[in-house]
T-cell receptor
């Protein structure tokens, strides 16, 4: 069975500092991986996804994630965060008709 | 933004009462999903639908039922609400449920409190 582990439930960071949100998955088959972001009192929005091809994927707001098959990881990074990046981030792996979500990482950016 | 609405957005009810949550989409997507979100658990799938009248269970389906009589509406029913069903419920839609393009779009959520 597929599963997703987000190792950090909370990540506090100061504005303009770099950040990495960790995600590891387990799967016996080819995987397709996603990062979703949830701003306070809102639904989830797709941030980026890996389906195939280049292992480095980027979002429009400066986040990037790298698919690492040997380490079964899909960590999310940003070189310089903003206050507006404060949100909860969910990693997910696709399983036929369904997505399996991690438990989420709350990113708190301080001024 | 994908056209997904959920109603009601907030509801407070008492233990033992029936509750129905509605998800409505204007995208004509085939797949629809109901999740619940709880602290420390992330999102957990309750039920999903892969077409009109075609539904299947997720990982936390006990105590919930669903119906989909037309493409645009997916109803989640709690036959007899319990306090453990206090949660935020999200609906999601997807054009394709298959692995290659299983991007899901989420509604704004319904906050349900069972007293």
């Amino acid at each position: 069975a597929q599963s997703v582990t987000q190792l950090d439930s909370q990540v506090p960071v100061f504005e303009e500092a770099p950040v990495e949100l960790r995600c590891n998955y387990s799967s016996s088959v080819s995987v397709y991986l996603f990062w979703y972001v949830q701003y306070p009192n809102q639904g989830l929005q797709l941030l980026l996804k890996y389906l195939s091809g280049s292992t480095l994927v980027e979002s429009i707001n400066g986040f990037e994630a790298e698919f690492n098959k040997s380490q079964t990881s899909f960590h999310l990074r940003k070189p310089s965060v903003h206050i507006s990046d404060t949100a909860e981030y969910f990693c997910a792996v696709s399983n036929t008709d369904k997505l399996i979500f991690g438990t989420g990482t709350r990113l708190q950016v301080f001024p | 933004d994908a056209g997904i609405t959920q109603s009601p957005r907030h509801k407070v009810t008492e233990t033992g009462t029936p509750v129905t949550l509605r998800c409505h989409q204007t995208e004509n997507h085939r797949y629809m999903y109901w999740y619940r979100q709880d602290p420390g658990h992330g999102l957990r799938l309750i039920h999903y639908s892969y077409g009109v009248k075609d539904t299947d269970k997720g990982e936390v389906s006990d105590g919930y039922s669903v119906s989909r009589s037309k493409t645009e509406d997916f109803l989640l029913t709690l036959e007899s609400a319990t306090s453990s069903q206090t949660s935020v419920y999200f609906c999601a839609i997807s054009a394709k449920g298959g692995v290659l393009s299983n991007e899901q779009f989420f509604g704004p959520g319904t906050r349900l409190t069972v007293l």
